[in-house]
């Protein structure tokens, strides 16, 4: 028996319409707030990742699928990867593109994508190493902290309409490049004489980007790192300034939050603004519903103009799972058939053909199992389909064109036409 590779899974039809909803209510929110979809390739070159999201980062040093592509005659095989996440793609997309020529001075690029991505994590509960990504990208020339309320708005109306209550937001702002580099020395001379404490990984984030050890994940690591000097105590002015203007527009639009100065995201190409969404319901360890923030510098470091850039993405398979029970009840429920045809007898069953056809051609969900069973039987397959009514023809309803039209709630039954069924239906 070949089964999925770990970390991976199958989501069945059980599970679709939940799924689904999350989908719909994302799509109307990005309609209403006028971001427009892209799709970008599962697999990019390698460098994209190691170069956008940070060497140094545990996505890049430890979680990627990378694979050496089949060399051809005239070149070696490249090094290509599945994608850990989406931002660096979608900058990659906007640069490739020239998305900016078009645009008048102001005007932002609204992008948002749904897809799986690839990182080799751990896998438990929450956490898959294939996932799914629901994100958006706003890119320009304007970083005006404005436009990261505005989508943290969004974020909050989804969060609503999907009745999904239980949630805190956490802020914070990693500041400039430019400054965050005085205060990775203030914070390596603080690790420094803790060095010998800290797990191999540390050691290796300590080299290469100390910031990172805020991500470690490793409980001892944990105990030195809350007593660590903060990104926040040594931000510059423009950030702070950028940090307080930020905060002053979600006050103005009721958005509670809470600053967690320790809060860093685990990608670098983060400047000021960093931002995740943690849920509390059906979630367990692995409840970070959405990270985002701000990534100004990243149209750069992959070769392209200047360009300010916010957003954030939600693991789709989290927010699935925070979907309160009574939600997920409903949504199974509606995706039962209207109807569920029971026929008796040979001429029935072959009129029941062009009937289910027509209910189906009028918008009617029609079930129909084509095995000629006796009256019990065919009800209890209604029921067990979860059929709204069960449409019940005999020799006497194919003769008088009235057919029996159950309630499978109720119990209650009429005598229909099918025109008069249509317009029940509908
Ligand atoms: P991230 O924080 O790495 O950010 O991922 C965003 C979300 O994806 C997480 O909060 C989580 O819900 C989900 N996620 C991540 N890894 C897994 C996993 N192994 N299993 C299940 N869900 C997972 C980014 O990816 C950035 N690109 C977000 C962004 C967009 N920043 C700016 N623009």
């Not at 990005?30 to 980062?57: N, Q, S």
Request: hydrophobic share 40%; glycine share 8%; with cysteine.
């Amino acid at each position: 028996m070949i089964q999925t590779v770990r970390g991976t899974r199958d989501i069945l039809p059980g599970d679709m319409p939940l799924w689904h909803r999350v989908e719909d209510v994302a799509r109307e929110a990005f309609r209403r707030y006028g971001f427009h979809e892209i799709r970008t390739p599962i697999f990019e070159k390698t460098e994209l990742f190691a170069r956008g999201v940070g060497e140094a980062t545990d996505i890049v040093h430890k979680e990627m699928y990378t694979f050496v592509d089949r060399a051809r005659a005239d070149s070696e095989g490249e090094s290509l990867t599945l994608r850990p996440e989406n931002t660096a793609s979608v900058v990659r997309a906007y640069i490739q593109h020239k998305i900016f020529a078009d645009k008048s001075p102001g005007e932002l690029t609204k992008l948002y994508y749904i897809g799986p991505m690839f990182r080799r994590e751990r896998p438990q509960a929450g956490r898959y190493r294939q996932f799914y990504q629901i994100g958006v990208e706003v890119m320009g020339s304007s970083d005006d902290p404005a436009i990261e309320a505005e989508v943290i708005e969004m974020l909050d109306w989804f969060l609503k309409e999907l009745k999904i209550t239980n949630t805190t937001l956490l802020i914070n702002s990693v500041g400039e490049p430019a400054s965050r580099a005085a205060y990775l020395e203030t914070l390596r001379e603080a690790i420094r004489p803790k060095l010998d404490q800290l797990c191999a990984d540390c050691h290796h984030r300590f080299e290469t980007n100390a910031l990172r050890v805020f991500d470690c994940k490793v409980e001892s690591c944990q105990a030195i790192v809350k007593d660590l000097p903060v990104i926040t105590d040594s931000l510059d002015e423009a950030s702070r300034a950028h940090f307080e203007q930020f905060k002053a527009h979600l006050d103005a639009r009721g958005i509670a939050y809470t600053i967690n100065p320790r809060m860093v995201r685990g990608l670098d190409y983060y400047t000021r603004t960093a931002f995740e969404i943690i849920g509390h319901d059906g979630l367990g360890a692995q409840n970070t519903v959405v990270g985002g923030g701000r990534y100004d510098g990243l149209s750069e470091t992959l070769g392209g103009p200047p360009t300010k850039g916010f957003g954030f993405a939600f693991g789709l398979d989290r927010m699935v799972m925070s979907l309160p029970d009574g939600e997920v009840e409903g949504l199974r429920a509606a995706d039962a058939p209207d109807v569920f045809i029971v026929f008796l007898g040979e001429a029935a069953r072959q009129h029941s053909f062009n009937l289910a056809r027509d209910l189906r051609q009028a918008g009617v969900a029609v079930a129909i199992e084509f095995e000629d069973r006796k009256m019990k039987k065919a009800m209890a397959a209604a029921a067990k389909a979860k059929a709204r009514y069960a449409l019940i023809i005999g020799d006497n309803e194919v003769a008088t064109g009235k057919y029996g039209l159950k309630n499978l709630q109720t119990g209650e039954q009429e005598s229909l036409s099918l025109e008069e069924i249509i317009s029940k239906l509908n």
